[in-house]
């Protein structure tokens, strides 16, 4: 059973930094991409960043140029940078696992920008 796992959400002031991690255990074969969303109350879940098993990276235009996507020396970490965060940025943020069968979601985790 896949499972994601994810971390370092919180309340940071405007034009902060944080770093968002996703660790994923079980039994992962045939990766596809690792990806972040984000969702807020009442609007649809939208996609932040994404890393293909190739390493391509694809970014939100919201957070091109801010936001960092890379995966950490095990392989099986995934990370989001976020810099100079704004108001706007507040939300749930999931972390994604897409194999060639299914999609797999973590619990989500806050992050609000707030001054």
């Known amino acids: 059973q896949v499972q994601l796992v994810e971390s370092g959400g919180g309340l940071v002031q405007p034009g902060k930094s944080l770093r968002l991690s996703c660790a994923a255990s079980g039994g992962i074969f045939s990766i596809v991409a690792r990806g972040w969303y984000r969702q807020v109350p009442g609007k649809q879940r939208e996609l932040v960043a994404v890393?293909?098993?190739?390493?391509?990276?694809n970014y939100a235009d919201s957070v091109k140029g801010r936001f960092t996507i890379y995966r950490g020396n095990a392989q099986n970490t995934v990370y989001l940078q976020m810099n100079s965060l704004k108001p706007e940025d507040t939300a749930v943020y999931y972390c994604?696992?897409?194999?060639?069968?299914?999609?797999?979601w973590g619990q989500g985790t806050q992050v609000t920008v707030s001054s």
């Open positions: 890393i293909t098993s190739g390493s391509t990276t």
């Open positions: 994604n696992l897409r194999t060639t069968r299914s999609d797999y």
